[in-house]
């Protein structure tokens, strides 16, 4: 029997200082997309990506990660 274990990869929190009306233009093209703004900034980077070649066309974001242990303790 063949076992694969692969490590959850996590998100990691990082700051951006935009033009307000970017924020604005976000806020608004996400509620369209019936999504919230990190994700769908998370999706438009993905796909730039793909196009450019830095991620695989395969590349699929990570999952719903919130609801788990939220205790801060990091794991080996």
């Not at 959850?8 to 999504?35: P, Y």
């Not at 730039?48 to 695989?56: A, K, S, V």
Request: charge should be negative; charged fraction near 35%; proline fraction near 3%.
């Amino acid at each position: 029997m063949l076992l694969v274990i692969e490590e959850m990869s996590k998100r990691k929190s990082t700051t951006f200082r935009l033009d307000e009306r970017v924020i604005d233009a976000i806020t608004k093209a996400a509620k369209l997309s019936n999504s919230s703004k990190n994700r769908y900034i998370e999706t438009l980077f993905i796909k730039h990506c793909q196009g450019l070649g830095i991620l695989p066309l395969d590349f699929e974001p990570l999952g719903e990660t919130r609801g788990g242990d939220t205790t801060g303790k990091e794991e080996d």
